[in-house]
């Protein structure tokens, strides 16, 4: 049996009662399941009748590091000429990404506005307002474009979006709650009862720097932005994924925000667990140290290096690295 202990002048946090009427598809983290019924799906196309082939150049890489139990880190994520277009317009964004995550890397993506990093990212979760046109994503052996949105991140798959929705009469309590025990229940572990919970949340809260009164508090309403961004960073905390994507984190926050942020998000690096960063500026880098950098350009990765690569960015801009 657990025992808490509070200090007096720690409000007690407010457990959860569960409605009935709250479906955990609905509201899982990271909004994935509130994009509503999805419309993303794969179309088979031959990518060699696409006329626009993309060039990449590749500046450095690491090789895997090896280890006495594990040998070479495995692939985690594995994107092979991906193409996708706006459902809705049919405005064609993707132009054959590829990207190979290994276990344990730390991969940043750069690009001017409307190269198609944010896409890429949300077509990697399953976002309906894309459909994928070719290619191929296989996350962990298992093909990523077959999954729906929420099995996608049952699978171990987490997104922090720029504008993190809010989602009016949930609270942080009950929704961390519910999303714990569905990924939980995905790998066949038993569920926690709100007082386990409460155990196992704590040491987050602590590390995301907030305050468990926010557990009280409807997801994301009325928070500020750094409130927003830390909320998102606990929701990954809690599902425990492998691989993280994280649009943007760093817009605004304030420096001490992005440092804890930051702490937060090195944290939870393990040999094991991998990271997809999307930033605009190096000042994230700094904090979070990529493994490798890759420039998006024209709906395609055309260049990867790196960290070195973000601090030509930094110093030169993007004319100094395109290939157009």
Do not use: W
């Amino acid at each position: 049996m657990a025992c808490l202990c509070f200090p007096s002048t720690t409000p007690l946090p407010r457990f959860p009662s569960l409605s009935p009427r709250v479906s955990i598809t609905k509201i899982f983290p990271s909004s994935i399941s509130l994009f509503g019924p999805s419309r993303f799906r794969s179309h088979g196309v031959d990518l060699r009748s696409q006329a626009t082939a993309a060039t990449l150049t590749v500046d450095y890489r690491t090789p895997g590091e090896e280890t006495l139990d594990t040998g070479p880190p495995r692939i985690l994520l594995e994107v092979r000429d991906l193409s996708a277009i706006v459902a809705e317009s049919r405005q064609e964004i993707l132009r054959g990404v590829n990207l190979i995550i290994n276990e344990g890397e730390v991969h940043a993506i750069m690009g001017k506005n409307g190269s198609g990093k944010s896409t890429f990212a949300k077509v990697l979760v399953g976002h309906p307002d894309y459909e994928v046109t070719g290619g191929t994503v296989s996350f962990k052996g298992e093909d990523l474009l077959n999954m729906e949105p929420e099995m996608r991140s049952h699978a171990g798959v987490f997104m922090s979006f720029q504008s993190p929705v809010e989602i009016p009469g949930v609270s942080n309590m009950d929704f961390l709650l519910m999303a714990c025990n569905a990924r939980r229940e995905k790998r066949g572990e038993p569920a926690l009862s709100p007082i386990e919970f409460f155990g196992f949340l704590s040491p987050k809260l602590v590390a995301v720097n907030m305050n468990p009164k926010f557990l009280d508090r409807n997801v994301n309403e009325g928070f500020s932005g750094g409130e927003k961004k830390r909320n998102e960073i606990l929701q990954l905390a809690v599902l425990e994924a492998e691989l993280a994507i994280l649009d943007e984190i760093d817009s605004g926050l304030d420096v001490d925000a992005l440092q804890d942020v930051a702490k937060a998000v090195n944290g939870l690096l393990t040999p094991h667990k991998s990271l997809l960063m999307i930033t605009h500026y190096q000042r994230l880098l700094d904090y979070i140290k990529p493994s490798y950098v890759h420039i998006m350009e024209a709906g395609a990765i055309v260049r990867t290096g790196s960290f070195s690569l973000a601090k030509q960015l930094e110093k030169e801009g993007y004319r100094s690295v395109s290939v157009a």
